[in-house]
């Protein structure tokens, strides 16, 4: 019989069997919870054992977890949720021809914007972050400017000493290099970005982690679609130093996924905050449209390959939020963080709003929720734990000092709560 007989169980069911399995191969500190959890699984297989017709319906598949985390990088969840902003996209400070945005205006807005968070993720997942709704998520460090947000995001603590943009080598060990190094993950986890700062971010001389951001090249064997993907990134120019077009990000991410098969991967996308920067409310909505299109194009290749459909979770996030008004909304962060680059405003208080973010999830693990209110507000230092609870593992038993996943399905709001309890003891 196939050992991993699932058929008597539901979807989400599945999900937490396939982690407990991931748990006891990889030799992990078991959590009791689960424990309780594979002797139902165990149970389950001996009574599919009387059931000629569940054995018949068992799928012979073999049910592994993947994880893509996708940021973008300083978009607002009020374009999220509610799409253009009717007064920005008629403000000549910020849109040069207001008659091209029209279109994004008229019906649904949120959905002519990002079509495939509202057509897709909200009837299929979940998304949290619409203040108006009742829906919280935040960002605890104080700095809300991007390093501070992906530290936070991806090593699951706020670090004070991380309060700005400078290039410097993380010193905190991120969810990516940790689970890279468990036995069953060595070279299956994978970072792209925009943003020539993510071998920083993610300690690539320590972690050693395959990534690519910037304006580098793949390397290795490159496939003909790679060869020319490494052409047209050469020739095209960027309108920033630091940070390339996402579409180059983009394609490179599904060509490595299509390729390398890489369990983790995350995919890091930046047009958004630079565009915003640039007080341009066009193109950082045509940067939002074609990100959502982006993420459809990621996931739809996703469930063409037998490898990943079914079994992974979409994670999508972002560093930080930004003002809320018109005169602030371009910008993000603290007082501190924004000194000597902060020009037009009056740095009197931090740019209120730059706190305020949100996340969306998709896939078998997620219980579809829509947008989802929350008691209390979820936060950005839960991601960390999310993406290595998804794959099986216990990111507190490295990290104690991270904070527990967040509750995407009713069986993770246990762990959760159990988690929540550990940390209040913890030292
Ligand atoms: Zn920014």
Redesign the pocket.
């Known amino acids: 019989m196939n050992l991993f007989c699932l058929a008597p169980f539901t979807r989400a069911a599945k999900w937490r069997l396939s982690q407990v399995r991931q748990a006891f191969v990889s030799q992990l500190v078991l959590r009791p919870s689960l424990l309780c959890q594979r002797l139902l699984y165990a149970s389950g297989c001996l009574l599919s054992l009387f059931s000629p017709q569940l054995m018949a319906a068992a799928e012979p598949e073999h049910f592994s977890p993947k994880v893509v985390l996708v940021s973008i ?2 978009l607002r969840w009020q374009e999220l949720f509610y799409g253009a902003d009717a007064q920005l996209a008629n403000d000549s400070r910020y849109v040069r021809d207001p008659k091209l945005l029209a279109p994004l205006l008229k019906g649904h807005k949120a959905e002519k914007l990002m079509p495939f968070f509202h057509q897709v993720i909200k009837k299929q997942g979940l998304l949290v972050g619409d203040r108006h709704q009742g829906s919280l998520m935040n960002v605890s460090n104080k700095a809300r ?2 390093y501070p947000g992906y530290n936070e995001m991806l090593s699951g603590v706020a670090d004070p000493g991380i309060n700005n943009n400078s290039k410097r080598y993380n010193p905190n060990v991120t969810v990516l290099e940790w689970l890279n190094q468990q036995a069953d993950l060595q070279g299956k986890v994978a970072a792209f970005g925009s943003w020539d700062m993510l071998p920083y971010i993610l300690n690539v001389p320590r972690s050693q982690l395959p990534v690519n951001a910037g304006f580098a090249s793949a390397s290795g064997e490159l496939t003909p679609e790679l060869h020319l993907l490494n052409k047209l990134q050469r020739q095209t120019p960027s309108p920033w130093p630091s940070v390339r077009l996402d579409v180059f990000t983009q394609q490179f991410s599904l060509e490595y996924l299509k390729r390398k098969k890489p369990t983790l991967l995350y995919v890091a996308f930046g047009e958004t ?1 630079d565009f ?2 640039d007080r341009q409310y066009d193109q950082y909505l045509w940067a939002a449209q074609r990100t959502d299109q982006f993420i459809a194009e990621l996931w739809q290749q996703l469930q063409d390959d037998p490898f990943y459909r079914n079994q992974t979770t979409l994670l999508i996030t972002t560093d ?1 939020g930004r003002g809320r008004h018109a005169d602030s909304w371009s910008h ?1 962060g603290s007082v501190r963080a924004m000194a000597g680059y902060l020009q037009k405003l009056t740095a009197s208080a931090a740019v209120e709003g730059s706190d305020e973010i949100w996340l969306a999830a998709l896939g078998p693990a997620i219980t579809p929720q829509g947008v989802k209110s929350t008691a209390t507000p979820w936060w950005q230092h839960q991601v960390a734990s999310t993406v290595a609870e998804l794959l099986g593992y216990d990111f507190q038993a490295f990290q104690y000092k991270a904070q527990a996943a967040l509750p995407l399905t009713s069986s993770s709001q246990q762990l959760a709560g159990r988690h929540n309890q550990t940390q209040t003891s913890a030292p």
């Open positions: 990088d300083g400017v991007s905050d915003a920067h930080h993000h």
